[in-house]
């Protein structure tokens, strides 16, 4: 931080401005007067009756007597006044000051909270509260998800060691093939969540190209490369399609569709359903990724956008080969896209997709086109 020169307070600044201000006018009333007694004639007059009348001299050395003690008069009104009234004005400020010292100290749950009417500086006052709060839930979400990376990275690793541990105990009994196999899949597991949690950090300080992309197209070739885990699970993908294209970059796209398929495939029933639906509003596109499965607590589907979240919890199941990463990195691709994300568990089970993405054009009348709904398995 620069160093700064110590000057007058704002308050002081503001209360000498309205004393110059007050003695200016009265210094232009003055002046006015000065000009209307020009035109009394000079020397003393005698009127009919023998009274005596002042003349010029006499008016103008008792108005500017007087005009003096005015213009001392309203300086010190200036003075006094000014400094009651710019305190009066800038106790918001000390509120917001007071404010941003605990934020640069490191304490974001205060707020300002200023009482009264709309105006500029509770407009500030509002703006600030709204800063501190996105940027506690910043820092609260980062601190999350650096408990959670860290656990997940050492989970691999511990099952490493516990492998090893149990082999070299016992080198008579061990299989060679069996530990050889299961280091692979541990290896390949870290290598996994190592990747997502480089894309997600990638993602987070990434501003994608504005150029159109055929979305329909993507969920055509996604759904295409799911054939072969939703056939071995049994599980049925039906697709709506209505000529759909967006503004965006098409890899990140790609990624975000690949993922929603993904885990509407998982998380699934045995012999469930995925069904993939894009449809025209207004001037944003959404795809809508419906799937069967369990039923879900409304509270666990606020939080599926986390990172490390998984439909039964914060725990990765036995065998289960996910990151935990899928939709923390839909939703930054989305937040990258501006668009919006909305998950909704119907009371039926499974999980309802909705993202709204910038269409590449806003027709009245959409040319769309309804594939017929094929189930792929």
């Not at 975000?256 to 894009?278: C, D, K, Y």
């Amino acid at each position: 931080m620069p160093e700064r020169q110590r000057g007058p307070s704002v308050r002081v600044q503001l209360t000498l401005s309205y004393a110059a201000l007050l003695v200016l006018v009265g210094v232009a009333f003055v002046g006015v007067g000065l000009l209307v007694l020009r035109f009394i004639p000079e020397g003393n007059l005698i009127v009919v009756g023998g009274a005596f009348a002042p003349g010029r001299g006499d008016l103008i050395e008792v108005f500017v007597r007087y005009s003096v003690v005015a213009l001392l008069a309203l300086t010190a009104i200036g003075l006094g006044g000014g400094w009651l009234l710019a305190g009066r004005m800038l106790r918001p400020l000390d509120r917001i000051t007071e404010a941003a010292k605990r934020a640069r100290d490191g304490s974001l749950e205060h707020r300002i909270r200023m009482p009264g009417r709309q105006n500029e500086l509770a407009e500030l006052a509002d703006t600030f509260d709204a800063m501190l709060a996105r940027l506690q839930h910043s820092v609260d979400e980062q601190r999350r998800f650096a408990a959670n990376a860290s656990h997940e990275l050492r989970t691999p690793h511990a099952i490493v060691r516990t492998m090893l541990e149990v082999a070299r105990a016992d080198p008579d009994g061990r299989d060679t093939d069996e530990l050889l196999r299961r280091l692979d899949e541990t290896n390949e597991r870290s290598i996994a969540l190592i990747e997502a949690l480089l894309s997600l950090a990638a993602i987070d300080h990434y501003e994608p190209p504005s150029e159109p992309v055929d979305l329909d197209g993507l969920v055509a070739d996604v759904v295409g490369e799911a054939h072969a885990v939703a056939s071995a699970s049994r599980v049925t993908i039906e697709t709506t399609l209505a000529g759909a294209s967006v503004i965006g970059d098409a890899t990140l796209l790609r990624q975000l569709v690949s993922n929603l398929v993904q885990n509407a495939v998982t998380h699934n029933h045995e012999a469930g359903a995925v069904r993939i639906a894009t449809l025209h509003s207004l001037d944003r596109v959404v795809l809508v990724v419906e799937s069967t499965g369990d039923v879900l607590d409304p509270e666990l589907v606020g939080t599926l956008t986390e990172p490390f979240v998984r439909a039964h919890g914060r725990t990765r199941r036995p065998g289960e080969n996910g990151t935990g990463l899928g939709l923390a990195i839909v939703s930054s691709i989305v937040r990258a896209h501006r668009g919006t994300l909305e998950l909704d568990g119907p009371a039926t089970g499974g999980l309802v997709v909705r993202v709204a993405l910038p269409a590449q054009v806003s027709p009245m009348y959409p040319d769309s086109r309804t594939e017929p709904q094929q189930p792929v398995g």
